[in-house]
């Protein structure tokens, strides 16, 4: 079992940042790979970024490519996403998920999710 808690998230202008937080409990973080997603009102759940249970490998929606980045501390059992360039489209619940194999841009594919944290960014 995992349990994931996000943090990090709040209300920022335009061209502001973020640094979001997922802890995880459990001893077998690292052998995970890693996911952000995010809901938007009334829209599917969408792929933000992954990352490989090594740090090695990373995956960036579109959207979001050049301006998030994605990051693991294996030794605090912790994933991050740095949100730069913020945009108003950017809103939503952001969640971080834990997936031991499968295709990382897909949100069935992951085990355990944590329950979300609200980013509003404002125009």
């Known amino acids: 079992q995992v349990q994931l808690v996000e943090s990090g998230g709040g209300l920022v202008q335009a061209g502001g940042s973020l640094r979001l937080s997922c802890a995880a409990s459990?001893?077998?973080?690292?052998?995970?790979?890693m996911g952000w997603f995010r809901q938007a009102p009334g829209k599917e759940r969408e792929f933000v970024a992954a990352i490989s249970w090594s740090g090695g490998n990373t995956y960036y929606a579109d959207s979001v490519k050049g301006r998030f980045t994605i990051s693991r501390d294996n030794a605090k059992n912790t994933v991050y996403l740095q949100m730069n360039s913020l945009k108003p489209e950017d809103t939503a619940v952001y969640y971080c998920?834990?997936?031991?194999?499968?295709?990382?841009?897909?949100?069935?594919?992951?085990?355990?999710w944590g329950q979300g944290t609200q980013v509003t960014v404002s125009s």
């Open positions: 998920a834990a997936v031991m194999s499968g295709k990382p841009r897909r949100p069935e594919e992951y085990d355990y």
């Open positions: 459990g001893r077998t973080f690292s052998s995970y790979a």
